[in-house]
């Protein structure tokens, strides 16, 4: 069962990086023409919290597989390199608990998304789920003026926790790779 929760939670990590992808892209397309949809941004934050949990979930099964050595250092590397969303998963699977003690300077509830498009890397865009109330903020993607472009594609931040996306698709890569040759 490990290995099939495994490959599962593989393809599903693989198939809703494309969709953030492609969701990303649309919207920055349909920006212009002032044509995007609240749809269209509700699925982006949705496949963006599942890359998430399906990391998550890599995580919780990679530790418990029977055989599987987690001093392995493929798995090593993975388990550093997505401890924040560890942190972020936790933050959102306690939304009753939480949200009476989220402080008057914070995130969004569901916190924001900023991306580069595919055919313009010198354009940020972020999407701020929820209102703009006071208190309330969200950073964008950092540009690195020296080398003129942004330090990553696609980030989601929330409760102060910030995550490359397309950092996380690579490291459920790599893992994969691990995992095959294990």
């Not at 993607?141 to 003129?148: E, F, I, K, Q, V």
Request: with cysteine.
């Amino acid at each position: 069962f490990y290995l099939d929760g495994l490959k599962y939670s593989f393809q599903m990590g693989n198939l809703v990086s494309r969709r953030i992808r492609e969701s990303v892209d649309e919207i920055a397309r349909c920006y212009s023409k002032d044509e995007y949809t609240e749809e269209q941004i509700t699925s982006v934050l949705l496949d963006a919290w599942t890359l998430v949990d399906v990391c998550f979930r890599v995580r919780d099964l990679v530790q418990q597989t029977p055989g599987l050595s987690s001093k392995l250092p493929g798995l090593q590397i993975f388990l550093r390199g997505t401890k924040s969303v560890y942190q972020l998963r936790n933050y959102v699977q306690h939304f009753r608990s939480g949200i009476p003690k989220i402080p008057n300077l914070s995130n969004p509830l569901w916190g924001s998304l900023s991306w580069t498009p595919t055919n313009d890397k010198t354009t940020c865009f972020t999407i701020f789920s929820g209102n703009l109330v006071g208190g309330v903020s969200a950073n964008t993607l950092t540009l690195d003026t020296h080398n003129s472009q942004f330090t990553a594609e696609t980030k989601l931040l929330a409760d102060g926790i910030e995550i490359d996306l397309n950092s996380i698709s690579e490291q459920l890569k790599k893992v994969t790779t691990c995992i095959s040759e294990w």
